[in-house]
Nanobody
Framework: QVQLVESGGGLVQSGGSLRLSCAAE????????MGWYRQAPGKQRELVAS??????TIYADSVKGRFAISRDSFKSTNLQMNSLKPEDTAVYYC???????????????WGQGTQVTVSS
């Protein structure tokens, strides 16, 4: 079975930085794209950033120039968050899409979520 293990959330003051990490565990042969989503209280989950195996990245307009997504390996991704603002406060979820396992199918998986709180 595939699990996404996240780490790095926490409390930081406005203007500070945090780094989120996510590693996929299990027998995995490939992952098409990995990304980070966030959900603030009372709001819908939204894409923050994603990166394909070829290194193509997508960012939400609200985080461009402040956040940077990277992949250490085909099974792990990091999100460097700089110049954090109170409006970045949310639960951040790691996502892996097109995960190729022994089942032969390509599925989508979510992490359990990690809280990021930015104080003003």
């Amino acid at each position: 079975q595939v699990q996404l293990v996240e780490s790095g959330g926490g409390l930081v003051q406005s203007g500070g930085s945090l780094r989120l990490s996510c590693a996929a565990e299990g027998t995995i042969f490939g992952i098409s794209a990995m990304g980070w989503y966030r959900q603030a209280p009372g709001k819908q989950r939204e894409l923050v950033a994603s990166i394909t195996g070829g290194g193509t990245t997508i960012y939400a307009d609200s985080v461009k120039g402040r956040f940077a997504i990277s992949r250490d390996s085909f099974k792990s991704t990091n999100l460097q968050m700089n110049s954090l603002k109170p409006e970045d406060t949310a639960v951040y979820y790691c996502n892996a899409d097109g995960v190729w396992t022994v089942s032969g199918s390509r599925d989508n998986y979510w992490g359990q979520g990690t809280q990021v709180t930015v104080s003003s």
